[in-house]
């Protein structure tokens, strides 16, 4: 599976943008980086997935670089409720057909008052 | 729509004995995975199950076990209990089986049932 990288550890102020790095250096052509964000000991929340090109829904956006190798997840105006662990993950599709979440560490993301 | 629902929430057993936890998807939703939380290993995949047939499995002993009935609704079943099974189980669903990264099978987790073994 592609390995991602992440940051341990991030602050945000209130009110301001939250950009969170992952670098997935060996990701492949038809493997989709995912964003799940958890809140302390509640089941992880779905945020945001890519393949090539930068999207956005309601609650963020997700930035890939030309090469794929790194991505940027976005929360345009971060709030206290943001607080959590942010994991990004590159799905791979296994020759079985089927693929796996497969959760690093990720980084856990502090907004302050 | 409501979410993915588990219960119980909480739950108390000692060694030896053997636990079922249950899990009731997205309405709709046809997939059901199966992860374990711990401090120490972080977020680990069990197993996936789709039209009642176990279709991935991740690297976890013959003590872990599940199904899917009909309705989707899926349990899953730990026999002899150990301490280190103490854990946050997670279920999550999607429309479809994870074939790939496409939207029809994003996952989505329900709360977990917070398993403790003494």
């Known amino acids: 599976d592609a390995k991602t990288t992440q940051p341990p550890s991030m602050d945000c102020a209130e009110g301001r943008a939250a950009n969170l790095p992952c670098n997935h250096s060996t990701i492949s052509g038809n493997e989709y980086v995912y964003w799940y964000r958890q809140i302390h000991s509640q089941g992880p929340q779905y945020i945001i997935h890519g393949l090539k090109n930068n999207e956005t829904n309601e609650m963020a956006s997700l930035i890939i670089t030309e090469d794929r190798k790194s991505s940027t997840l976005i929360l345009p105006h971060a709030t206290l409720r943001d607080t959590a662990v942010y994991y990004c993950i590159v799905r791979v599709a296994h020759n079985s057909g089927y693929s796996t979440l497969t959760f690093g560490k990720g980084t856990m993301l502090l907004v302050s008052p | 729509k409501a979410g993915v629902t588990q219960t119980p929430r909480y739950l108390i057993k000692t060694r030896g004995q053997q636990v079922t936890l249950s899990c009731s998807p997205i309405?709709?939703?046809?997939?059901v995975s199966w992860y374990q939380q711990t401090p120490g290993q972080g977020l680990q995949f069990l197993f996936e199950y789709f039209s009642e047939t176990q279709r991935n499995k991740g690297n976890f002993p013959g003590r872990f076990s599940g199904r899917q009935f009909s309705n989707s609704r899926s349990e899953m079943n730990v026999s002899t209990l150990e301490l280190g099974d103490s854990a946050l189980y997670l279920c999550?669903?999607?429309?479809?089986?994870?074939?790939?990264?496409?939207?029809?099978?994003?996952?989505?987790f329900g709360p977990g049932t917070r398993l403790t073994v003494l």
């Open positions: 309405s709709g939703h046809r997939s």
């Open positions: 999550a669903s999607s429309l479809e089986p994870t074939s790939g990264g496409t939207s029809t099978d994003t996952q989505y």
